[in-house]
């Protein structure tokens, strides 16, 4: 089970950036992915989430309007299309899965994690 996230970059507030996890191992289809991120001095939380088959999707209040999870069954690939960023969105993103069929962005709960992706929303 692998995760590889990317995507990330230097982005000016208002801005886009798309971030795709790339997974190998497993069917991403078949499992609830999440996103998570890490703000400097912060512990990680969790972003949104997808479940299997696409049913169902979770967003954090923050990002809910602004930030869309999807999922390219073709590809293998989960994204996260973040629009309309901040500065307070500046962190390390990161994919993982446990292998369950449900959306849930409680941190604990996910046991394989992809390395991160580093968003800089700065001007």
């Known amino acids: 089970v692998q995760l590889q996230a990317f995507g990330g970059g230097l982005v000016q507030p208002g801005g886009s950036l798309r971030l795709s996890c790339a997974v190998s191992?497993?069917?991403?289809?078949?499992?609830?992915i999440g996103w998570f991120r890490q703000a400097p001095g912060k512990e990680r939380e969790g972003v949104s989430c997808?479940?299997?088959?696409?049913?169902?999707?979770y967003y954090i209040d923050s990002v809910r309007g602004r930030f869309t999870i999807s999922r390219d069954n073709a590809k293998n690939t989960v994204y996260l299309q973040m629009n309309s960023l901040k500065p307070e969105d500046t962190a390390v993103y990161y994919c993982?899965?446990?292998?369950?069929?449900?959306?849930?962005?409680?941190?604990?709960?996910?046991?394989?994690w992809g390395q991160g992706t580093l968003v800089t929303v700065s001007s």
């Open positions: 997808i479940s299997s088959s696409d049913q169902t999707s």
């Open positions: 191992g497993f069917t991403s289809q078949n499992y609830a």
């Open positions: 993982a899965t446990n292998l369950g069929p449900r959306c849930r962005v409680h941190v604990k709960l996910y046991n394989y």
